[in-house]
Structures are given as C-alpha cells and as structure tokens.
C-alpha cells in the first residue's frame, strides 16, 4: 500500500497544471510484483541513476512469491529494464520548471517522476539473484525504499540501442 500523496505545493513560475488530477481517474489497473528497497527517502534521494551509483549503497528488488516463476532466466551481471510507480509524485502538471533547465519544459521532455502516469524506469545491472527468496540486487536505484515495482524486462542490445540518425 502506497501513502496518500500529500497537497502539493503551488505552481512555479511558466508550470501548467491540467485541469484534473490523473490521480482521481481509475481506468488503469497495474498489479505490482514487489517492491524497491534502497538507502532514500524523502529529501535524501539522488535525481538519477548516475548519482546513485556515485553516492553508493544497498539496491534490491524483493518480488511478491506469485510472481517469483517470472524470474526464470535472469542471471547476475545481465543489463535488465526496471518500471516502477512513483506514486508520492504529482500527476497534475503537465509543464514543469525544473531547476536545471532555463525554463518551462513539457512533462513529455522531462525524466521527472511528476507526470500524468507516475512510472518510472531505471536500465541497472542485476548483481546477483536469488529466485526462491525473490531477492535481485542492482548496481544502483533513484528510488525512495518501498517504491513498488511494476516490471523487470531484460535490456536487449538487438533491440534496445536506437538505430542511427538518417544523414
């Protein structure tokens, strides 16, 4: 169960909020399979993967026993694809003014876990599992502990890297 998400704060100057909450619409169901734990909280979280890395720590997965089978086939050392819901975050804007851009910027433009649909994702190294116990350990997580995960997908270099620009 995910805490309430609490009242948030104003606007900052050149942010559009839409005109209703995502968050009060019930058409999408997700089931999640478990949950993230690492090292963050609120006001202590790295904004990315990359400084996540840098300050170090403990990065798990723990999978919900029904869906432990579906860990068939991962192995240590292998790049997977992690999705998970942010679901503190605030779904009503839809222009952002983040701090380390010049200005306004679409949602859409933006790696912000505030967007209409709170899901997140993270391409980390699996260092090592344990399927019996639904335990994965990663390289890094930018996610406060107790985030609910969503998904795991393997990271497929045949499929995965853009194809290059047209001349």
Same mark, same amino acid.
């Given at each position: 169960m995910t805490d309430p998400a609490p009242t948030p704060p104003p606007p900052r100057p050149g942010e559009v909020a839409l005109p209703s909450d995502p968050a009060s619409s019930a058409d999408a169901r997700l089931q999640?399979?478990?949950?993230?734990? =690492?090292?963050?909280?609120?006001?202590?979280?790295?904004?990315?993967?990359?400084?996540?890395?840098?300050r170090g720590g403990d990065f798990r997965a723990e999978v919900a026993p029904a869906f432990r089978p579906g860990l068939a086939g991962l !192995?240590?050392?292998?790049t997977v694809i992690l999705l998970y819901w942010t679901g503190a975050?605030?779904?009503?804007?839809?222009?952002?003014?983040?701090?380390?851009?010049?200005?306004?910027?679409?949602?859409?433009?933006l790696r912000s876990p505030a967007r209409?649909?709170?899901?997140?994702?993270? !391409?980390?190294?699996?260092?090592?599992?344990? =399927?019996?116990?639904?335990?994965?350990?990663?390289?890094?997580?930018?996610?406060?502990?107790? =985030?609910?995960?969503l998904d795991i997908k393997p990271w497929l270099s045949s499929v995965d890297i853009p194809p290059d620009p047209a001349p």
């Open positions: 999640f399979i478990g949950q993230l734990r =690492t090292p963050w909280s609120r006001g202590n979280c790295p904004k990315n993967l990359r400084e996540a890395r840098e !192995v240590a050392g292998q975050a605030r779904r009503d804007l839809i222009v952002q003014s983040p701090a380390h851009r010049d200005g306004p910027c679409g949602v859409f433009a209409p649909n709170p899901v997140a994702l993270a !391409v980390v190294r699996l260092l090592a599992i344990d =399927t019996g116990a639904g335990s994965l350990r990663f390289d890094a997580l930018d996610a406060f502990d107790g =985030t609910a995960l």
